[in-house]
């Protein structure tokens, strides 16, 4: 009853992974290598935020070739929980787990700040236990601007697979909400059963109400929700 955070070389938001859902919500969990080809024992995996492999190439590009990604492609299949923040998100998409892809910023600068989110499939695991209001989430990217062809946004609509939007306090979508020019203020997606969530806001860096909130909690609860 764990959940594995993966580390890669130049991953750096992995302490916060582990942190959070160890001691602020109680949930088990432990590292896993990236060189590892074996997640025994564990019940969902959590993919972190950094620079993996320093970015290069694309971001999440050469991490998606790792060894543990067939393990973490496999819980996949099988309908275990995986989430993936920030460039655990561009690793799902280079992976092929997530459709699309994430793109420099417009602004072509970093942004670091708490946003607004809203979900927008009140069904998904990940997204049952939040509530139907705009929460606040920080972000850390330079390149979180999701991009889609239009097939795929339309199916992503359709099938309910945008699990979270950018918003302003009202809960609209407005493009000054939106702070890196992803197509439709998508903020985060679900692949197609569902278990698979990919979003650039980190949720575990607002799990503690002494730094800043804990409307995180709200999605890392679905982790406890499912008795890992």
């Given at each position: 009853?764990?959940?594995a ?18 001691d602020d919500?109680?949930i ?8 590892d ?20 190439l ?38 092929g ?8 910023n ?6 670091c ?35 889609c ?6 199916r992503?609509?359709?099938?309910g ?5 950018y ?39 607002a799990t ?21």
């Open positions: 009853m764990r959940v955070v993966v580390r890669f070389p130049g991953s750096n938001c992995d302490q916060d992974a582990l942190h959070s859902l160890r919500l109680g088990p969990a432990d590292y896993v290598w990236h060189e080809r074996d997640l025994s024992g564990f019940d969902a995996v959590f993919l972190p935020g950094g620079f993996s492999y320093g970015d290069y694309r971001c999440g590009a050469i991490a998606s070739h790792a060894p543990i990604l067939d393990e973490v492609r496999r819980f996949a299949a099988e309908g275990r929980p995986v989430l993936g923040v920030c460039n655990g998100f561009q690793i799902l998409c280079e992976a787990l997530l459709p699309g892809a994430l793109l420099r417009l602004s072509e600068k970093f942004v700040k708490s946003v607004r989110l809203l979900a927008r499939n009140a069904s998904s695991l990940w997204t049952a236990g939040v509530p139907q209001r705009p929460i606040a989430i920080p972000i850390a990217h330079g390149e979180g601007r999701y991009l062809d239009e097939d795929t946004r339309r992503l609509w359709d099938e697979r945008v699990a979270f939007v918003v302003d306090e009202q809960g609209r979508a407005t493009p000054e909400a939106n702070p890196n020019g992803s197509v439709d203020n998508i903020a985060g997606i679900l692949n197609e059963t569902g278990n698979v969530l990919g979003m650039m806001p980190h949720p575990e860096r503690n109400p002494l730094l800043g909130g804990t409307d995180g909690r709200t999605i890392l609860s679905a982790l406890s929700a499912l008795g890992v």
